[in-house]
């Protein structure tokens, strides 16, 4: 059996008919959280991000070891992420493209560009 959404009938025809001025409800937006990229076997996901100057982005770390995140260009953050936990990185307030690496684990990047 089909279910018809409750402004909708069927008709004698079998096709589907919608009642003139039926409300259709509307879905609430999903408040936004801070830009967030997850650790997972190894790898980051996403693998970039795009944030505002100034944004505080989250990093989760869902491998069972702890992985190290450097930034050797600007020297924003430089520490581990322990395993099944998270960090957070600030990002500054200039424009540019921020690249941050395990240095023991080469598919362990993420970048963040801020606009």
Known sequence: MLALPAACNSDKSGSDTVKEGAATPTPKP?????????IKGNKVTPATLEVSGGAT??????????????????????GTIP???KGELTMPPDPGTYTFADPNNSSVKLKVKVR
């Open 30 to 38: 999903t408040p936004a959280g801070p830009p967030t990229a997850t």
């Open 57 to 78: 982005v989250t990093i989760r770390n869902n491998d069972s070891v702890g992985h190290r995140l450097d930034d050797r260009k600007d020297h924003l953050y430089s």
């Open 83 to 85: 395993g099944k936990s």
